[in-house]
């Protein structure tokens, strides 16, 4: 079964659009979005596992020059 989570991104002073646009690139990224708040840039991702996802946001998202803090966000179904 798949895990879906948000990323939730804080960025550096004008980096957000670099960001995302980086992020999009990333296999396991369904979208990134530059929104405004306390957030620059929110990710939505999948993978095949918790341990997957905690993989692709440690080893691949937040080597994203720019990137300053990510919260993870895992989706719940209840």
């Known amino acids: 079964m798949a895990v879906f989570a948000y990323v939730l991104i804080q960025t550096e002073v004008g980096k957000a ?11 396991g990224v369904i979208t990134a979005e530059d929104v405004t708040g306390p957030y620059d840039v929110i990710v ?5 596992s918790v341990d ?7 080893s691949q998202i ?13 989706v719940v179904n209840l």
């Open 17 to 27: 659009a670099e960001v995302a646009g980086q992020a999009r690139s990333i296999t």
């Open 62 to 74: 937040q080597r994203i020059e720019g990137i300053t803090r990510t919260v993870t966000c895992p």
């Open 52 to 58: 997957e996802l905690g993989r692709l946001v440690v």
């Open 44 to 48: 939505r991702a999948q993978s095949g």
